[in-house]
C-alpha cells in the first residue's frame, strides 16, 4: 500500500487542491498537459479520479495526469492506446496505461492531442 510520503501530493477535492502542494516544475509541466488536454477535449469535466487529476467526457473516464516525487505522468486508462502509439513514445517510460515524464521534458502538444483524440474515438467507440 502505498503511503502519503510516496506522492508528491495527496489527491485534494479539486484539480487546483492536487497541484497546489506541487513544487514549481512539476506543478508547471501539470498545467501545460492540463491545458492541451482542455483544447483537444472542450467538452470535458476535470475531476479526482484513481487518486490523479482527471477529466470525464460523456459520463466516462478520457484522461489523467499527476505527479509522484519522481516524475509526472499522463494516465491514458487504456492500454490498447499506448500500444497503438508506442513509435511515438518511444524516449518515455510507458506502462500499460501511463506515460511517465520527467517536468523538465514534457510531452509535446501534438502527442497529447493525438492521445486525447483516440481515447476520445475508442470510448465512444
Do not use: W
Amino acid at each position: 500500500m502505498r503511503t502519503r510520503k510516496d506522492r508528491a501530493a495527496a489527491p485534494g477535492r479539486t484539480v487546483d487542491e492536487y497541484m497546489a502542494p506541487l513544487d514549481d516544475a512539476r506543478r508547471a509541466a501539470l498545467q501545460r498537459v492540463r491545458q492541451q488536454i482542455r483544447a483537444a477535449a472542450p467538452g470535458a469535466e476535470e475531476c479526482i479520479n484513481y487518486g490523479v487529476c482527471a477529466f470525464r467526457l460523456d459520463g466516462q473516464m478520457l484522461i489523467g495526469f499527476g505527479a509522484t516525487a519522481r516524475h509526472c505522468a499522463l494516465y491514458l486508462f487504456s492500454g490498447s492506446t499506448i500500444a497503438a502509439h508506442q513509435d511515438q513514445l518511444a524516449g518515455y517510460d510507458t506502462s500499460k496505461g501511463a506515460i511517465r515524464f520527467p517536468p523538465d521534458r514534457p510531452l509535446p502538444a501534438t502527442l497529447v492531442r493525438r492521445l486525447v483524440r483516440a481515447r476520445i474515438a475508442e470510448n465512444r467507440g
